[in-house]
């Protein structure tokens, strides 16, 4: 996979290059066709590129917003099951200013969705906060009940969440790998856990890392939208489906956002300001 430099306004695109015809797809969240155990995106050509949700998290919490990125397969490197090897790669790489002005989606009023016990909410906020409640108490005592805050801006994502990796039940991972999908999945790249036995070598990064991993999902499922959020997202026990569907009743309804560009104090409340190598744990 290889990430190229885009114009102004350009969005994230992927390319499928082992595929012939129509290989381009929108990274936007009319395009996910898939987000049972990951998220998905197609073409009307079929074309696929599954697991984005890493990748897409890095670059917003980079405050990258313009890409095309080469892929030769259907899937995203799953590299440690966390965004810090994409980070490290993108800030090595070096960031540039386009002459352009930022736009953002300013949410004007509360827009919320719910599947059982699972909810995700978007509210007005100054900048994007995230909040996140997640529960395993009755399925793993490692991992057990948690819950985080962050204001997503300066640098945060790259402090605070970009190491934090994808977890599993150990009794999941089969069924994980008979849906085709973590066909590469060992302890090495994600925190695989049995009752109150963490089975990944070395252990946790941080002892909330499940939820952090979850903010990290969040952030790269919201990057879907297709530019900056100004807001605050709520999960309660939510994942990539409840995400995409809130994204989806919130462009279907025009009265609960409107479109900003930004000016110099508004863009320093967005995701990606303040990234520089010492905000970087995960060079050290």
Known sequence: MTVHPASAHYGVWFRRTDLTGDALIPARWDAVSDSRLCTKISNAAGATVSTIEHIMAALSGCGVQNVLIEIDGPE?????????????????????????????????????VSNGLATARLDPAESLHIDFHIDFADQSTAIGRQDKTLNMANGAFVRELSDSRTFC???????????????????????????????????????????????????????????PLLACYTGRRAGHALTNKLLRKLFATPDAYRMVVCDESMAARLPGVGVHHKDLPILA
């Open 76 to 112: 995203v490197p799953v590299l440690d099951g966390s965004s810090a090897q994409f980070v490290k790669a993108l800030v090595a790489a070096g960031l540039q200013r386009l002459n352009a002005p930022v736009r953002a989606i300013e949410i004007l009023k509360t827009v919320e």
């Open 169 to 227: 039940l150990q009794k999941d991972v089969e069924m994980m790998r008979d849906a085709g999908l973590a066909l590469g999945g060992t302890v090495e790249n994600a925190v695989v856990v049995d009752g109150a036995a963490v089975l990944s070598p070395g252990g946790l990064r941080h002892e909330d890392e499940a939820v952090r991993h979850k903010m990290l999902d969040a952030l790269g499922d919201l990057a879907l939208a297709g530019a």
